[in-house]
Each structure stands twice: as C-alpha cells, then as structure tokens.
Antibody, heavy 122, light 108 residues
Framework: EVQLVQSGAEVKKPGESLKISCKGS????????IAWVRQMPGKGLEWMGI????????RYSPSFQGQVTISVDKSISTAFLQWGSLKASDTAMYYC???????????????WGLGSLVTVSS | EIVLTQSPGTLSLSPGERATLSCRASQSVNSNYLAWYQQKPGQAPRLLIYGASSRATGIPDRFSGSGSGTDFTLTISRLEPEDSAVYYCQQYGNSPRTFGQGTKVEIK
C-alpha cells in the first residue's frame, strides 16, 4: 500500500526556519515525482513544486521559486519542504503528493499525505 | 500560466440529483491533461478523474469527466450525501501545474 507520512504540526515565530518532511513507503520511492501543495486557511490548492527522488531534479512554481526549498533524501525515502525565514503569510496546510506514472511529470497526484499544518505567529 | 476558472462557486442540490461542475482554462490544456479532485473538510484531496475522463481507482461510476481543449466538466450523476465536498480541477499538461479555485457542492 502506497503511503505518504508527513511530519506533525508546527508553530513558529516570524523569521524562524523550518523543514517539514514526507516519507514515502509501499512503492519504489526513487521512481516517482513528489509534489508539494499549499492550502492557506479557507482557501484553495496551490502547486508549489515537484522533485524526482532518483536524481533530485526539482521544478518550482514561479510563485514559490526562491521562497521555499524542496529537497529529498532517498536513503530514507523522504522528501522535504523548508523555509529559511518564515512569514505570517506562510501559515497554511502543506500537502505532499505522489505523481501517478513512473518517471513522468505529466501526471496527476494519485496519492496524498494527510498534510502538515504550519502556523507562523508572533 | 494557465488560469482555471471553475463554476459555479457553490452548488446546492438534493440527494439523487445530477451535479454538473465546469472548469474553463485560459488556454488549451495539453493532451487534455485535466484532473478533478474531491476534498472533504479536514481531509486531504482525493483524485477522482484524470486525463479529463478516466476514473481513478476505486471511484464510483456516478462520477464522470468530459471535455477537451479549454472546457471541461465533472458530472455526478446521482448525488449521495457523502458527495458533499469541494471539487477542484487541475491541469498537469503545462508548466506550472495549476488548480482551479474550487466548487463547493452542498447536499440539501
């Protein structure tokens, strides 16, 4: 069974750094792209970027380029999303999702994690 | 960037009725790479439809997708109470991938 297990809720202050995680299991982790999706409170879904665990090839949405860093450690089947300096506007639920086709970026998100809630408040 | 506009914003229908949700793209979606997701409160989204008209694994056949180019439709043929949710379209044929703003389906 494919599973994406995300790290727990975080409460941070503006200016702090943060790295959240998404551990994949039940499939060949290096063969499928992983995406990150933001959902601000009461709002819709926003595609942030994708990473290929096989070679760490990463693509960002222009809206998030330079704002976050997506990375992966294939030795522990885990993808990461990190911020160097959080802002209150980063308060959101963050989902990781696995694309559906081996090696292809042209695929919808077949599997989703449960989300990691990030709250940034002074 | 392709902008996806969903309509209506909210749909309020009774069980057994038919729901028709629209997703219009600002430019043609490559290869009709258009997906629909269902999101219930407090839950992660779930893939319903991909490639504009293919049902994902385990999705009931009352859900169907159609359309091509810039105009796409999700139809729920006979609404069940558990279909109450927000539905999002997503295009994955162009970069960056984008989502529509969502349509909320309420069951009376």
């Amino acid at each position: 069974e494919v599973q994406l297990v995300q790290s727990g809720a975080e409460v941070k202050k503006p200016g702090e750094s943060l790295k959240i995680s998404c551990k994949g299991s039940g499939y060949s982790f290096t063969n499928y792209w992983i995406a990150w999706v933001r959902q601000m409170p009461g709002k819709g879904l926003e595609w942030m970027g994708i990473i290929y665990p096989g070679d760490s090839d990463t693509r960002y949405s222009p809206s998030f380029q330079g704002q976050v860093t997506i990375s992966v450690d294939k030795s522990i089947s885990t993808a990461f999303l990190q911020w160097g300096s959080l802002k209150a506007s980063d308060t959101a639920m963050y989902y990781c999702a696995r694309l559906g086709e081996v090696g292809s970026t042209w695929s919808p998100f077949h599997y989703w994690g449960l989300g990691s809630l990030v709250t940034v408040s002074s | 960037e392709i902008v996806l506009t969903q309509s209506p914003g909210t749909l309020s229908l009774s069980p057994g009725e038919r729901a028709t949700l629209s997703c219009r793209a600002s430019q043609s979606v490559n290869s009709n790479y258009l997906a629909w997701y269902q999101q219930k409160p407090g839950q992660a989204p779930r893939l319903l439809i991909y490639g504009a008209s293919s049902r994902a694994t385990g999705i009931p056949d009352r859900f169907s997708g159609s359309g091509s180019g810039t105009d796409f439709t999700l139809t729920i043929s006979r609404l069940e109470p558990e279909d109450s949710a927000v539905y999002y379209c997503q295009q994955y044929g162009n970069s960056p991938r984008t989502f529509g703003q969502g349509t909320k389906v309420e069951i009376k």
